[in-house]
Protein backbone atom coordinates (compact mmCIF):
# COMPACT_ATOMS: atom_id res chain seq x y z
CA UNK A 1 0.00 0.00 0.00
CA UNK A 2 1.50 3.72 -0.95
CA UNK A 3 1.00 6.74 0.87
CA UNK A 4 0.15 9.83 -1.21
CA UNK A 5 1.64 13.35 -0.19
CA UNK A 6 0.22 15.38 -2.77
CA UNK A 7 2.69 17.57 -3.77
CA UNK A 8 5.90 17.90 -2.66
CA UNK A 9 9.54 18.46 -3.88
CA UNK A 10 11.10 15.50 -3.02
CA UNK A 11 13.54 13.90 -5.81
CA UNK A 12 16.32 11.45 -4.76
CA UNK A 13 19.22 11.93 -4.60
CA UNK A 14 19.38 15.68 -4.84
CA UNK A 15 22.65 16.66 -4.58
CA UNK A 16 24.56 19.44 -2.74
CA UNK A 17 25.86 21.85 -4.41
CA UNK A 18 28.52 24.56 -3.53
CA UNK A 19 28.23 27.57 -6.06
CA UNK A 20 31.20 29.94 -6.26
CA UNK A 21 30.80 33.03 -7.74
CA UNK A 22 33.00 36.58 -6.88
CA UNK A 23 31.22 39.86 -6.10
CA UNK A 24 31.73 43.31 -7.04
CA UNK A 25 35.22 43.88 -5.14
CA UNK A 26 36.96 40.49 -6.27
CA UNK A 27 35.43 38.91 -2.94
CA UNK A 28 34.78 35.09 -3.22
CA UNK A 29 31.15 34.05 -2.52
CA UNK A 30 29.62 30.68 -1.71
CA UNK A 31 25.93 29.36 -1.75
CA UNK A 32 24.59 25.86 -1.07
CA UNK A 33 22.10 25.34 -4.13
CA UNK A 34 20.23 22.16 -3.40
CA UNK A 35 17.93 22.37 -6.78
CA UNK A 36 20.29 22.17 -9.50
CA UNK A 37 21.57 19.35 -11.57
CA UNK A 38 21.93 18.75 -15.50
CA UNK A 39 20.46 20.81 -18.21
CA UNK A 40 21.62 19.47 -21.09
CA UNK A 41 25.26 17.78 -22.32
CA UNK A 42 27.96 19.89 -20.83
CA UNK A 43 25.04 21.73 -19.03
CA UNK A 44 24.32 22.26 -15.80
CA UNK A 45 20.80 24.16 -14.19
CA UNK A 46 20.39 25.84 -10.84
CA UNK A 47 16.83 27.52 -9.04
CA UNK A 48 17.81 30.43 -7.81
CA UNK A 49 16.33 33.25 -6.31
CA UNK A 50 17.04 37.13 -7.50
CA UNK A 51 17.47 38.09 -4.07
CA UNK A 52 20.24 36.20 -3.74
CA UNK A 53 24.00 37.62 -3.66
CA UNK A 54 24.95 35.11 -5.55
CA UNK A 55 22.36 35.15 -8.45
CA UNK A 56 23.33 39.10 -8.97
CA UNK A 57 27.78 37.63 -8.69
CA UNK A 58 27.02 35.54 -11.87
CA UNK A 59 24.38 37.91 -13.60
CA UNK A 60 27.37 40.47 -13.54
CA UNK A 61 30.16 38.59 -14.09
CA UNK A 62 28.83 35.25 -16.66
CA UNK A 63 30.65 33.06 -14.92
CA UNK A 64 30.29 30.62 -11.62
CA UNK A 65 31.89 27.51 -10.13
CA UNK A 66 29.58 24.34 -8.69
CA UNK A 67 30.97 22.17 -6.54
CA UNK A 68 29.96 18.99 -4.34
CA UNK A 69 29.81 19.24 -0.53
CA UNK A 70 31.19 16.23 0.76
CA UNK A 71 30.46 14.10 4.04
CA UNK A 72 33.44 15.86 6.02
CA UNK A 73 32.16 19.49 4.61
CA UNK A 74 28.58 18.90 5.89
CA UNK A 75 28.88 22.24 8.27
CA UNK A 76 30.58 24.39 6.53
CA UNK A 77 28.63 23.90 3.49
CA UNK A 78 25.36 24.15 5.47
CA UNK A 79 26.42 27.41 6.94
CA UNK A 80 27.11 29.03 3.33
CA UNK A 81 23.63 28.01 2.51
CA UNK A 82 21.76 29.58 5.80
CA UNK A 83 24.31 32.49 5.40
CA UNK A 84 23.84 35.70 2.92
CA UNK A 85 26.73 37.19 1.54
CA UNK A 86 24.46 40.65 1.53
CA UNK A 87 24.79 40.23 5.65
CA UNK A 88 28.44 38.30 5.95
CA UNK A 89 30.55 39.15 2.79
CA UNK A 90 32.97 37.43 4.22
CA UNK A 91 31.31 34.01 4.98
CA UNK A 92 33.61 31.94 3.08
CA UNK A 93 35.82 32.85 4.90
CA UNK A 94 34.05 32.36 8.39
CA UNK A 95 33.48 28.93 7.33
CA UNK A 96 36.55 28.00 6.80
CA UNK A 97 37.21 28.04 3.32
CA UNK A 98 40.24 28.88 1.04
CA UNK A 99 40.27 29.98 -2.49
CA UNK A 100 41.61 29.70 -6.07
CA UNK A 101 41.12 31.97 -9.09
CA UNK A 102 39.84 29.26 -11.95
CA UNK A 103 41.95 28.72 -14.87
CA UNK A 104 38.89 28.60 -16.66
CA UNK A 105 36.17 31.41 -15.31
CA UNK A 106 36.33 34.16 -13.40
CA UNK A 107 35.12 32.21 -10.43
CA UNK A 108 36.97 30.85 -6.88
CA UNK A 109 37.65 27.39 -6.77
CA UNK A 110 36.84 25.97 -2.70
CA UNK A 111 40.07 24.25 -2.19
CA UNK A 112 38.53 22.08 0.41
CA UNK A 113 36.05 20.83 -1.61
CA UNK A 114 37.77 17.88 -4.38
CA UNK A 115 35.64 18.25 -7.41
CA UNK A 116 34.10 21.32 -9.38
CA UNK A 117 32.70 22.16 -12.38
CA UNK A 118 33.97 25.62 -14.22
CA UNK A 119 30.84 27.36 -15.93
CA UNK A 120 30.35 30.34 -18.43
CA UNK A 121 27.14 31.81 -17.78
CA UNK A 122 24.56 30.91 -20.86
CA UNK A 123 21.35 32.53 -19.40
CA UNK A 124 18.99 33.22 -17.13
CA UNK A 125 15.22 32.27 -17.99
CA UNK A 126 12.54 34.50 -16.91
CA UNK A 127 11.78 32.04 -13.93
CA UNK A 128 14.85 32.13 -11.69
CA UNK A 129 16.74 29.61 -13.62
CA UNK A 130 20.26 30.11 -14.36
CA UNK A 131 21.86 27.67 -17.29
CA UNK A 132 25.82 27.29 -17.64
CA UNK A 133 28.07 25.75 -19.49
CA UNK A 134 30.57 23.58 -18.15
CA UNK A 135 34.13 24.50 -19.90
CA UNK A 136 36.00 22.46 -17.12
CA UNK A 137 35.98 19.92 -14.47
CA UNK A 138 38.60 19.32 -11.59
CA UNK A 139 39.18 16.80 -9.24
CA UNK A 140 41.70 16.21 -6.59
CA UNK A 141 43.85 13.06 -7.66
CA UNK A 142 42.69 11.61 -4.53
CA UNK A 143 39.11 11.22 -5.45
CA UNK A 144 40.46 9.47 -8.60
CA UNK A 145 40.23 5.77 -9.27
CA UNK A 146 42.72 3.44 -11.28
CA UNK A 147 41.74 4.80 -14.19
CA UNK A 148 42.01 8.10 -13.10
CA UNK A 149 38.43 8.97 -13.23
CA UNK A 150 36.44 10.34 -10.48
CA UNK A 151 35.73 7.66 -8.00
CA UNK A 152 32.09 8.45 -6.20
CA UNK A 153 33.01 6.40 -3.15
CA UNK A 154 36.04 8.62 -2.57
CA UNK A 155 34.27 12.09 -3.31
CA UNK A 156 31.83 10.96 -1.00
CA UNK A 157 29.64 13.58 -2.13
CA UNK A 158 26.05 14.16 -0.22
CA UNK A 159 22.53 14.51 -0.75
CA UNK A 160 20.02 16.42 0.52
CA UNK A 161 16.53 14.86 1.61
CA UNK A 162 13.81 17.60 1.19
CA UNK A 163 11.19 15.69 3.41
CA UNK A 164 13.71 15.61 6.30
CA UNK A 165 15.77 18.53 5.70
CA UNK A 166 18.48 16.27 6.13
CA UNK A 167 21.90 15.32 4.59
CA UNK A 168 22.55 11.79 3.44
CA UNK A 169 25.91 10.08 2.54
CA UNK A 170 25.66 7.87 -0.67
CA UNK A 171 25.82 4.72 -0.59
CA UNK A 172 27.48 1.24 -2.59
CA UNK A 173 27.22 1.33 -6.35
CA UNK A 174 24.44 -1.98 -7.20
CA UNK A 175 25.23 -1.71 -10.82
CA UNK A 176 26.53 -0.97 -13.96
CA UNK A 177 24.97 1.66 -16.44
CA UNK A 178 23.97 0.70 -20.04
CA UNK A 179 25.15 -2.42 -18.83
CA UNK A 180 22.93 -4.61 -16.74
CA UNK A 181 19.46 -3.88 -18.15
CA UNK A 182 21.30 -6.43 -21.43
CA UNK A 183 20.91 -9.02 -19.18
CA UNK A 184 16.75 -9.24 -19.77
CA UNK A 185 16.25 -11.04 -23.35
Known sequence: MRKNFGAKTWLYPMPVLIIGTYDENGTPNAMNAA??????????MLCLADDHKTTEN???TGAFTVSFATAGTVVPCDYVGIVSANEVPDKLERAGFHTTKSAHVNAP???ELPMTLACQLLKFNEDGICIGEIVNVSAEESILNEEGLV???KLD???YDGATHAYWRF????GQAFSDGKKIK
Open 35 to 44: WGGVYDTNQV
Open 58 to 60: IKR
Open 109 to 111: VIE
Open 151 to 153: DAK
Open 157 to 159: PIM
Open 171 to 174: GEKV
